[in-house]
């Protein structure tokens, strides 16, 4: 058994690099994380911004040597974002219109329900099948991985808190949206109670 007065023990520290992250600056955003960098205590943020800001200079995006410093780099940034969340819109509804396509043994099962007044009715269920080892499930599984890299990337991009990179991701996702959800088909199943 141990035991050993961990008390007295000293940990030296000094060789943990706690500063991973430029802290965004620009447009007058500055939380002190520069301060609290050089002597060491980061709030537990490791030097990044906790809250919306409009700057251009010093910001980190996605890639450890992909830095924003001018107007124009923020700019191509933010169509860059647009752009990718465009795509992830469409991925979703294309993925869904590939399931679609690609479905196999479609089965319609039909089951007599009493009705209130003594009626039967005839409830009708769609059971469709699709084969694990078939090349569009495989097609299905890599545009799912893409899918979620996209999705994480969109996600990072928002964590920066910079103000013109979020509005970036949220008009993208609505331009894809708009731009592609108008082909989904809808179907409303009248027996469904939970809307």
């Known amino acids: 058994m141990d035991h050993m007065n961990h008390s007295t023990m000293e940990m030296d520290h ?15 955003h500055d939380h002190g994380a520069d301060a609290a960098v050089h002597d060491g205590k980061c709030g537990g943020h490791g030097g990044m911004a906790m809250t919306f800001y409009f700057g251009y200079n010093n910001v980190e995006l996605l890639f450890t040597g992909l830095l924003i410093n001018s107007p124009g780099e923020m700019v191509g ?13 469409g991925l979703k509804i294309g993925r869904e219109a590939l399931l679609r396509r690609s479905q196999v043994n479609v089965r319609y099962n039909s089951m007599p329900l009493p009705g209130a007044d ?6 009708t269920h769609k059971t469709v099948g699709q084969r694990m080892l078939s090349p569009a499930h495989f097609l299905q599984t890599l545009l799912h ?10 996600m990072l991009v928002f964590m920066t808190y910079n ?17 592609f959800s108008w082909r989904k088909a809808v179907v409303v199943d009248i027996t469904e109670h939970c809307h």
């Open 14 to 28: 000094a060789h943990h690099n706690h500063h991973t992250m430029a802290p965004p600056t620009g447009g007058g």
């Open 77 to 89: 940034a933010c169509i860059g974002v647009f752009l990718l969340a465009v795509l992830y819109e």
């Open 118 to 123: 003594g009626t039967v009715l005839m409830e």
């Open 145 to 154: 991985i893409f899918q979620v890299v996209v999705s994480y990337f969109l």
């Open 163 to 179: 103000a013109y990179l979020c509005i970036a991701v949220a008009a993208g996702a609505g331009m894809g949206y708009f731009l």
